[in-house]
C-alpha cells in the first residue's frame, strides 16, 4: 500500500494525539479539542459568520407561511415537497461546530389543514426533540405519535395542526435576553441581589453580573462563581442555573445563613448574542466561548475574566467554589480529577454523592477530567486554585424534576460550603 506524505503526516498526527490523550496532556499543550469538538472548532479568534436572513416565506400558492422574525428564532429555508410535505431548512452561523443544531420558527396556515414538515440540517444531524407553543410562553413537547426521527438521514418529519394563528416549533422552550432579564430584575428586588454590566458583547449586548451578598463586608468570607449559557441552545443548563440561584437568592435558612458567610458572583447568561441570534453553539464572532479561557479573544469572556480577577488579591474574599452550567444528552457533572488538588479538596464528588443519596434513581454521570483544556472551569481552578465543575443537564430532562433535583443541588452545595469554611478556619 502506497502512503503518500501528507497521509503519513496525518497517521503521524493522529498517533501523537493517541499517545497525548493516553497520558493526558499537560497544560502547555495546545488544546485540540474534546472528542466532540470537530476540528478547528477550539480556535477563538474572529471568524466568519453567515448572517440569518429575517423573513417571512409563504409556500403553497402563499397559503402556508413560516417566520423567524423574533429573537432566538432559526430558520433558513422552507419548501414544499409534494402535496402534504413541506421541508424547513437550518443552518448554523458558521462550521465546523459542534452537533447541537437548534431550530425556532413560527408557520401557520390560511385555512386549517394537517402537513407533514421535514427538519433537514447543514452540517449536523437533528437532535432536538421539537417543543410546541401557541403563544411563545407556554411550551409543551410534540407527541410522539406526530414526530418521526430519521437517524439514518439525519432528520426528523413532524405532523403539525396549522391554522390561522401561528404554531411556534422551536428546538427547546425559548429562553431569550428578555426572559433572563425580567428574572434578573425580579431577584433584584431584593436588598442583598445586585445587577452589573461587567463588559458588552459583539453585538453591544451587556454581560450582566448577578451579585448575592450578605456578608460583613469587614470580614473574611467566601464567594462562589457561577457561569452559564455560554452555549445558547443549552436551555435545560439555564434553567438549573436560574432555579440554582433562586435557591441562593431565597428566604430558607440555610440560604440566609450562607450569604452570611459567602457571596455569589454570577454570570449565567454569558453569550447573549448567540442566544438572540439562534446560534447552535457560537457569539456572534462565531467563536465557541467555553474554549476562550487561555486566550481571551473575545470580549465576553474577557469582560468576565476580568472582574473575577479582581478577587485575586483580595484579602477577605476567597474563592471556594465554581460551577458551569451546560446541557448535553444526560445528566452530567465533569470534575476535576482526584489527583489534583484543590480548594476545597474533592468538594465536588462530595456533593454529588449526598445528591445521588438523595435520589438514588435520577440518572447523574461523573466524568473526572485533568484541567489542561481552555474551559470555563479550569481557568477558575488555575486563576483561585478552587475547586470547580461543569453541571450538565440533560436536553431532555423533565423540567418539574430538573427543578427538584437541582433545588437539592444548591442545598446540599450550600451546605457543604458552609462546612469546608469552617474547616479552613480551624486550620487556620
Ligand atoms: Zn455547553
Redesign the pocket.
Known sequence: MLINNSSLSRSLLLFATLVLIGISCSSSDEFTGFSYDPEGATVTTDKEIQDQHKRIIGVNDRSIWISNEFLGARMSNFYQVNDTLYRVVIEPENHPINGSPWYAFKIWSDTSRTIDLQLSYKHADHRYVPKLSTNGQQWRTIDTTNYRPDTLNGTATLSLELHQDPLWVSAQELFTNKDFKHWADSLATRSWVSLDTVGYSHDRRPVTKITINQTDSTEKHGVLIITGR??PP?VT?GLASKFFINQLVSDSSIAAKFRQEFEIWAYPFANPDGVQRGHWRHNAAGVDL?RDWKAFNQPETQAIRDDLLSLQDDSLRKVYYGIDF???NENIFYPIKKNISTFPEDFTYGWIDSLKTKFPNYPIEVEPFDTSSPITKNWIYHTFGADAVTY?INDAANRDSLQTVTKKSAHIIMQQLLKAKQKAERVE
Do not use: I, K, P
Open positions: 455560554l452555549h443549552e443548563g467555553n451546560h446541557s448535553t450538565e
